[in-house]
């Protein structure tokens, strides 16, 4: 499985019994795919990683109700398609082309009818969800904490948590890293991290991974939250987009982290594959050039760069089978600091048990599913509308958010307390030291 952003995922729906698929974009669940899809994609991963004992998966929830009859769009289509070539015509009139619109609108409504009345049918067959939280905020989600009802806790964290140790977002327009790329002359930002764009000119990752490179920044409260969840035994795994590895810096020991994009951790040839000592690949990212194999096959003289997932590179085996473990175990999932935009991380919110709570800590509201897929029974992201059984929402800055979950806890002195004693670790300090000399 790629690593690509929402825009280029369609989801791909079974329509009733005729089994005809239509492909219709939505912005939170690019992440349609089965299991056993996730599993023979994991298996052609080629980076290592740590083994995960497997075991089944129970469901996380009842099925969509979108699987009735909405399709039929790509068969009027292809009708088309095969009365011009009986016709002989290479090109069609515009009389002719709103002839062919008009019908496929006309099906796609009348398509749209039987869906409702489908809809209705399955929702008086199918009992209401329980409402799962007393209020869809901060004090819903500390109140259900604080009873003792919350035992495995998952944390999806995005960008959004380093920005207050210094290291700027992605998107903020503006301060976003994408925002000052313009001085590197790439052909759009996300150039950057596109591993065929690297391969062709590599200099400006080097130089944009010295900002980003880890031991230049401290960690935030909200990387102190997740060392005080796992302290009281509470974190089940935190997943994290970011690669600057401020989490296992906080103290996470990286059993409990999947860095799903990966970090400046390990190095290889993207050629030959070979491992590269990190020292290599920090040096050259400090002296903000490229570095090349020097360990390889004989006569590879590939790229190397830290194990970053890049725009079309294969996610961490270990994403894949941790995934099909935690998510249907936790009881509450966290998600802080992230667009939502990149999947299929930003999925991940689905693969939580149907009924399971949820709680977004952002400075503003995403992951939320198209008002009018949600009338038509499409049930994925996060819902915060009338219908809201389990999802609250804190809407600001991330580490502010996350003291006033410690203060309804009563674990505020705590926090901070981890967040006062805290020193970087051995090799952070070694490392700052090499750099100062």
């Given amino acids: 499985m790629s690593y690509r952003t929402d825009q280029q995922f369609n989801l791909n729906l ?16 690019a992440f349609a795919i089965s299991k056993d899809a996730c599993t023979s994609d994991a298996s052609k991963e080629n ?12 469901a996380t929830g009842p099925p969509t109700a979108m699987a009735a009859p909405v399709a039929a769009l790509s068969s009027s289509s292809a009708d088309a398609s095969e009365s011009e070539e009986d016709a ?7 009389s002719e082309s709103n002839e062919d619109y008009a019908e496929v609108l006309a ?24 409402r799962r939280l007393s209020s869809f905020d901060l004090a819903g989600i500390a109140e259900l904490i604080s009873n003792g009802k919350i035992k495995r806790i998952v944390c999806m964290c995005g960008a959004g948590i380093s920005v207050n140790a210094g290291i700027p977002d992605f998107r903020s ?8 790329l313009a001085e590197y002359g790439l052909p759009h930002p996300q150039a950057v991290f596109e591993i065929d764009y690297f391969k062709t000119n590599p200099k400006p990752f080097f130089l944009l991974a010295k900002e980003l490179y880890p031991g230049t920044y401290a960690p935030t409260p909200t990387h102190h939250f997740l060392k005080l969840l796992d302290g009281k035994g509470l974190l089940l795994r935190c997943y994290t987009q970011n690669i600057d590895s401020l989490e296992c810096i906080a103290g996470l020991s990286r059993s409990q982290v999947i860095a799903a994009h990966g970090n400046f951790d390990s190095a290889r040839c993207i050629e ?16 903000q050039q490229p570095c090349y194999c020097a360990a390889g096959k004989a006569g590879c003289s590939g790229l190397v760069k830290p194990d970053i997932v890049f725009f079309g590179e294969n996610l961490p085996k270990r994403f894949w089978s941790c995934m099909e473990q935690d998510l249907p175990k936790a009881d509450l999932l966290i998600v802080v600091g992230t667009s939502l935009v990149v999947q299929p991380f930003a999925s991940l919110i689905d693969k939580v048990g149907y009924e399971t709570p949820r709680l977004l800590i952002n400075k503003e509201r995403v992951g939320e599913t198209d008002p009018v897929l949600r009338a038509m029974g499409y049930r994925k992201g996060f819902d915060f509308g009338a ?8 809407e600001g800055d991330c580490d502010r958010g996350v003291w006033e979950l410690c203060r309804l806890l009563g ?18 300090l070694k490392f700052t030291k090499q750099e100062n000399s």
Avoid at 49 to 54: L, M, N, T
Avoid at 411 to 427: K, M, N, T, Y
Wanted: aromatic share 8%; net charge negative; proline share 9%.
């Fill in 14 to 29: 079974n329509m009733g019994d005729t089994g005809a698929p239509v492909d219709i974009y939505t912005p939170h669940d």
């Fill in 47 to 58: 980076q290592s990683s740590e083994a995960v004992p497997s075991e089944s998966s129970p």
């Fill in 88 to 94: 002989g015509d290479a090109i069609e009139s515009s």
């Fill in 107 to 130: 099906r796609f409504k009348e398509l749209i009818s039987l869906k409702e009345t489908s809809a209705t049918a399955n929702e008086e067959q199918q009992p209401p969800l329980p």
């Fill in 173 to 180: 327009p503006g301060t976003g890293l994408y925002s000052r």
């Fill in 272 to 287: 030959c594959k070979t491992e590269h000592e990190v020292e290599f690949v920090r040096d050259a990212v400090f002296a």
């Fill in 387 to 394: 219908g809201n059984t389990r999802d609250a929402l804190f």
């Fill in 411 to 428: 674990w505020e002195e705590e926090l901070r307390e981890l967040v006062d004693s805290w020193e970087p670790p051995e090799e952070i």
